[in-house]
């Protein structure tokens, strides 16, 4: 069966590898939109046809208007129309999913393109980079592969973790009740202004993020760098959101809970295979609503890194 996806610029083939969908930069189909995630969804072979996967991106992704459930497979059908975040009239992050032989919907839009995502323009850099008009684009192979030895799956590896999602922190109510006496409001309207506050700040599009990098030398191996990840963020308490292979290795989502200085947000941490002897740990958070986290991001993941180099320690000695 043929199939594709058919957006605002064109078509995108799918073949016989899973597509990645999401802002961040190592993903198949990158959508730049304030609205996606850095690992929003995933469209993957599914018998003889494909199923659709939200990786409980913060806004979710709807199939003909339906919020899809986390981390849940969606099968999809000819002519289902796609929608990665929550903007209704977004034809950059909206799509439809066709196959060969079925009539397929046509778009009503005939504006003209969004400015490319290097703009100059802040408020325009959310924006997709323009391609070449009505291009298609050809099924991707797993041969685009930085380390081209067989690794093993993240699931397979956190395998009998079960329990290895605690909550922690404060929830935002009990930081509410913490903070109005400074404010002379009670608890419950103290909590209503900060989520009045936090809704404004989405809308108006702010956001904060910190991005760091660790890198593990040799002779640290895949499989153990990212069990030290996952003990690490269990051992400090951090949610796990999702967590996934991609074709450079694994990534980890989890959530950066409230606190007295920031919002709640996210914390993603891909694991990179890149070669025997070197192991990358990109790490990134996002809080929206603010545009300051008053060093939360930057505290977090540095946290998340010495933690997984303890545990890696531990499990190599």
């Known amino acids: 069966m043929e199939a594709s996806l058919n957006g605002r610029y064109g078509r995108i083939n799918l073949g016989a590898a899973k597509l990645t969908i999401g802002r961040a930069s190592n993903n198949q189909l990158i959508l730049t939109d ?3 995630s850095g690992y929003h969804a995933e469209i993957r072979p599914d018998g003889q046809g494909y199923s659709i996967i939200d990786f409980g991106s913060t806004n979710g992704t709807f199939v003909n208007e339906y919020r899809l459930t986390p981390n849940v497979p969606r099968s999809l059908n000819p002519n289902d129309r796609l929608r990665f975040g929550q903007s209704i009239n977004n034809l950059g992050t909206t799509f439809t999913y066709e196959v060969r032989g079925v009539a397929p919907v046509k778009s009503t839009y005939s504006g003209p ?38 690794r093993p799956s993240i699931r397979d590896i956190v395998a ?17 009740n913490l903070l109005a006496p400074f404010t002379q409001l009670s608890g419950d309207s103290y909590y ?24 593990f030398p040799g002779p640290y191996q895949y499989a153990t760098t990212v069990l030290a990840c996952i003990l690490a963020l269990r051992h400090i308490g951090r949610e796990i959101i999702s967590f996934f292979d991609t074709p450079r290795g694994s990534v980890i989502e989890v959530k950066l809970p409230v606190d007295v200085l920031a919002y709640a947000g996210t914390l993603t941490i891909e694991i990179i295979d890149e070669s ?42």
């Open 34 to 36: 304030s609205q996606v």
């Open 192 to 215: 209503l202004s900060m989520k009045e506050s936090e809704a404004l700040g989405k809308a108006l599009g702010l956001k904060s993020s910190k991005q760091l990098q660790k890198i």
């Open 160 to 176: 009998g973790q079960a329990n290895y999602t605690p909550s922690s922190g404060m929830s935002e109510k009990e930081i509410a």
């Open 276 to 317: 025997p002897s070197r192991i990358v740990l990109n790490g990134t958070t996002e809080i929206q609503g603010q545009m300051f986290d008053w060093g939360k991001g930057k505290r977090a993941l540095e946290q998340v890194f010495e933690s997984t180099e303890q545990y890696l320690r531990r499990l190599t000695t």
């Open 113 to 150: 393109p969004p400015p490319p995502a290097n703009s100059s323009n802040p408020r325009q850099e959310y924006q997709q980079q323009q391609p070449p008009f009505n291009p298609v684009y050809p099924p991707l192979y797993e041969d685009n592969k930085m380390n081209a030895q067989h």
